[in-house]
């Protein structure tokens, strides 16, 4: 009976101690709910979303198109993600073999000489195979056959690992349609911005025309006496600054040119632009951006972050598990002796079978550090969600702000170019009959070169609004 109460009494303190040892720490992760707003403004509830468009059609320009095929094929960045992408279902792969049983091949051979005045050297002595036989000595061992090991997947540690690096994968490939998504918008924006500055040359280049022909009208007045050195200075200087901002824009349009061939992938070569219809294109100001809702499925980058929040509420899961008890199965078969004579006999057969039942108990710092660590990652993953989804949102703001800003500034440029057009024949009819005076001719060149710039740069930024908007919506990766 003592006995029975001992043995029992052993059960009771293994059992409490094996508990204690699979005991979890608490862990400090709560989920927030943010509710995304229901619409961008009060009177828009319409769910047509452009994002649905292909770009081929949403952006419809040739030349255009042709690069941004070039670039999805060539974009060295694009490549370099696609390469991330394999290692990513490599990795599935990798996580999905460690819950399968490992099954090996062995071959082995060893030789060993125990001493004569030890254990194994004395047992050694007394056997025999035969009468009269004894082992040879030194002694071999000889091992041809298949070992197994199976950790079996009780907590779904495993498991789970595999399905967070199928999440992974998954957010990768997000990942890639975030930088389609990109990279068709920087080739717009460049694409535009080119044209822009082709027009701005022009400007340029006709307004150089007409400062040199003024400034010849000033030479022949100041021969005539009818004009002083002062207003040939001020022409010709007027001159010389355009003649500079030309350089300026000339400039400006190689770098754009050397930064489209760098987003396509290819050295420099002509790009092909029908620049003389920029002033006509159109932008609707009345774009159809749908409901905030539709981000969650159009947007990339908000859908890979939701997949890594997935990922990392798996990721603390598995770490979880490391606090409970593991069982390995490890089996042996195979044949063994001490000679290749005897390896292939019946006698020589081995196998063997061992189950091992281990859980942590003490320092389990390590263990609990991973927990802490897989804890915080998923409320940073959680955090990283809600700040992509909330910068999601204040970007389609913003774009549908400057394409409704922009359109108007546009056409109030446009207005006032016409009315500095005319000033300037004005001006110069009456400075030619001397009713006016050069520094009014000046004033009025001046205002009226400003006034075709920044026309053609609100122009340029309402064509980067919509090519902005596109892309905050999730447009450009179906």
């Known amino acids: 009976m003592p006995s029975i109460l001992k043995c029992?009494?052993?059960?009771?303190?293994?059992?409490?101690?094996?508990?204690?040892?699979?005991?979890?720490?608490?862990?400090?992760?709560?989920?927030?709910?943010q509710a995304i707003p229901k619409s961008y403004s009060s009177t828009t509830t319409d769910?047509?979303?452009?994002?649905?468009?292909?770009?081929?059609?949403?952006?419809?320009?040739?030349?255009?198109?042709?690069?941004?095929?070039?670039?999805?094929?060539?974009?060295?960045?694009?490549?370099?993600?696609?390469?991330?992408?394999?290692?990513?279902?490599n990795e599935v792969r990798a996580r999905k073999g460690e819950y399968l049983p490992f099954v090996n091949i062995a071959a082995s051979s060893s030789v060993e000489k125990p001493g004569r005045y030890t254990r194994f050297g004395a047992l050694e002595e007394q056997l025999e195979l035969?009468?009269?036989?004894?082992?040879?000595?030194?002694?071999?061992?000889?091992?041809?056959?298949?070992?197994?090991?199976?950790?079996?997947?009780?907590?779904k540690k495993l498991r789970n690992a595999k399905k967070s690096a199928y999440l992974r994968y998954l957010a990768s490939k997000e990942g890639r349609n975030f930088l389609i998504t990109r990279l068709i918008a920087e080739i717009a924006e460049a694409y535009y911005e080119l044209m822009a500055l082709d027009n701005l040359l022009q400007v340029i280049e006709k307004n150089i025309e007409i400062q040199s022909d003024a400034l010849k009208v000033v030479k022949q007045q100041k021969e005539a006496a009818k004009l002083t050195q002062l207003a040939v200075n001020r022409f010709e200087a007027q001159l010389l600054s355009t003649?500079?901002?030309?350089?300026?824009?000339?400039?400006?349009?190689?770098?754009?040119?050397?930064?489209?061939?760098?987003?396509?992938?290819?050295?420099?070569?002509?790009?092909?632009?029908?620049?003389?219809?920029?002033?006509?294109?159109?932008?609707?100001?009345?774009?159809?951006?749908?409901?905030?809702?539709?981000?969650?499925?159009?947007?990339?980058?908000?859908?890979?972050?939701?997949?890594?929040?997935a990922a990392a509420k798996l990721d603390m899961a598995v770490a979880k598990a490391n606090f409970y008890p593991s069982l390995k199965i490890t089996s042996e078969i195979g044949l063994r002796a001490f000679?290749?004579?005897?390896?292939?006999?019946?006698?020589?057969?081995?196998?063997?079978?061992?189950?091992?039942?281990?859980?942590?108990?003490?320092?389990?710092n390590a263990i609990v550090a991973?927990?802490?660590?897989?804890?915080?990652?998923?409320?940073?993953?959680?955090?990283?969600?809600?700040?992509?989804?909330?910068?999601?949102?204040?970007?389609?703001?913003?774009?549908?702000?400057?394409?409704?800003?922009?359109?108007?500034s546009f056409a109030i440029r446009k207005k006032q170019v016409d009315i500095l057009s005319q000033s300037v024949n004005v001006a110069s009819s009456l400075f030619n009959s001397a009713r006016a005076d050069y520094s009014e001719v000046l004033l009025t060149?001046?205002?009226?070169?400003?006034?075709?710039?920044?026309?053609?740069?609100?122009?340029?930024?309402?064509?980067?609004?919509?090519?902005?908007?596109?892309?905050?919506?999730?447009?450009?990766?179906?």
């Not at 290749?340 to 091992?356: K, N």
Request: aromatic share 12%; glycine share 4%.
């Open 243 to 309: 003649q500079s901002l030309r350089l300026n824009i000339q400039q400006k349009i190689v770098e754009t040119e050397n930064r489209i061939h760098f987003l396509v992938g290819r050295f420099p070569q002509p790009i092909y632009r029908n620049s003389a219809k920029f002033l006509e294109l159109q932008v609707d100001s009345s774009l159809g951006v749908g409901i905030p809702s539709q981000l969650l499925r159009n947007r990339p980058d908000i859908q890979r972050a939701e997949l890594e929040l």
């Open 47 to 89: 769910t047509v979303n452009i994002a649905n468009w292909n770009w081929r059609a949403y952006f419809a320009d040739t030349h255009l198109i042709a690069l941004i095929d070039t670039a999805l094929k060539n974009n060295q960045e694009l490549n370099v993600f696609l390469q991330e992408i394999e290692i990513s279902k």
């Open 130 to 155: 035969k009468p009269g036989t004894h082992f040879p000595e030194p002694l071999a061992d000889y091992f041809v056959g298949a070992v197994a090991s199976w950790e079996i997947d009780i907590w």
């Open 445 to 478: 060149q001046r205002e009226a070169l400003e006034a075709k710039m920044e026309m053609i740069e609100a122009k340029n930024q309402l064509l980067s609004a919509k090519v902005s908007i596109y892309r905050a919506l999730g447009g450009g990766w179906k």
């Open 8 to 33: 029992s009494l052993l059960v009771v303190i293994f059992l409490v101690v094996f508990f204690t040892a699979c005991r979890v720490p608490t862990a400090n992760f709560q989920v927030r709910k």
């Open 339 to 364: 000679s290749p004579a005897y390896l292939f006999q019946p006698h020589s057969i081995l196998y063997s079978w061992v189950g091992e039942l281990m859980a942590p108990f003490i320092n389990r």
């Open 370 to 408: 991973t927990y802490r660590n897989a804890t915080a990652k998923q409320t940073q993953a959680l955090y990283k969600y809600e700040q992509t989804v909330l910068n999601a949102y204040l970007e389609v703001l913003n774009q549908l702000s400057k394409v409704r800003t922009y359109s108007q």
